[in-house]
C-alpha cells in the first residue's frame, strides 16, 4: 500500500473561532445575507488546497482536485492559507461561533496546486499550472473562481485561461 500525502509541516486542524475578530465585525457578513448567502454557487479556491478538518468549512467543500501531489479532491492544505481564503469566502456558523463567511451558502471546489502561501518561494506559481487549474475549476462547474496565488509570469495560455472562466 502507498502512504497517503502529507505536509512536512502540517498546520493544526481548523477550530471554531469562540469570537468576532475586529476584521469580521467591520466586515459584518451578515449584512448582505438579507441578499444573498451564496446559496447555489460554487467557488472555486485555487492557491494551497482546503483542510476540511476545519468544522466550519467542512459542509462546504467537495469536488475538488489536487494538481501536484495530494489526495485528489485538494483537501491537504499545507500552508492553511488555501484553508483561511476558503473561510473568507465560505465558513459556517458552527456551535456558538460568531465568525462566518461572506457567502456561507456557497459551495467551495479546492484546487490545490501549490504548497506555499503566494507561490513556489514567493516566486509565484508555475503560469501553465495557474492556466489549467483555472480550466479545471472552470470545467468542474465553478461559477466564480478566487485565485489567492500569484503567477510567476503573464502568459498567453494564462490569458486564454482567463477569458476561457469568463466565458463559462
Do not use: K, M
Not at 43 to 71: E, K, R, Y
Amino acid at each position: 500500500a502507498v502512504a497517503a500525502p502529507t505536509c512536512s509541516a502540517l498546520p493544526p486542524p481548523g477550530a471554531d473561532l469562540a469570537g468576532a475578530s475586529v476584521q469580521q465585525l467591520t466586515l459584518a457578513p451578515g449584512r448582505i445575507w438579507s441578499t444573498t448567502t451564496g446559496a447555489g454557487v460554487t467557488v472555486a479556491v485555487v492557491d494551497t488546497g482546503v483542510d476540511t478538518a476545519n468544522p466550519q468549512l467542512a459542509p462546504a467543500v467537495s469536488g475538488g482536485v489536487d494538481l501536484i501531489a495530494g489526495p485528489p479532491d485538494g483537501t491537504l492544505d499545507c500552508a492553511a492559507h488555501g484553508t483561511a481564503a476558503a473561510s473568507v469566502i465560505a465558513a459556517r456558523a458552527t456551535g456558538g461561533t460568531r465568525f462566518a463567511g461572506l457567502a456561507p451558502g456557497a459551495r467551495i471546489l479546492p484546487v490545490r496546486l501549490t504548497e506555499q502561501a503566494g507561490g513556489e518561494a514567493g516566486a509565484g506559481v508555475d503560469p501553465a499550472l495557474l492556466a489549467a487549474a483555472i480550466r479545471r475549476a472552470t470545467d468542474a462547474g465553478a461559477g466564480i473562481v478566487n485565485v489567492s496565488v500569484l503567477a510567476a509570469a503573464g502568459t498567453p495560455e494564462l490569458a486564454a485561461a482567463v477569458r476561457h472562466a469568463q466565458d463559462h
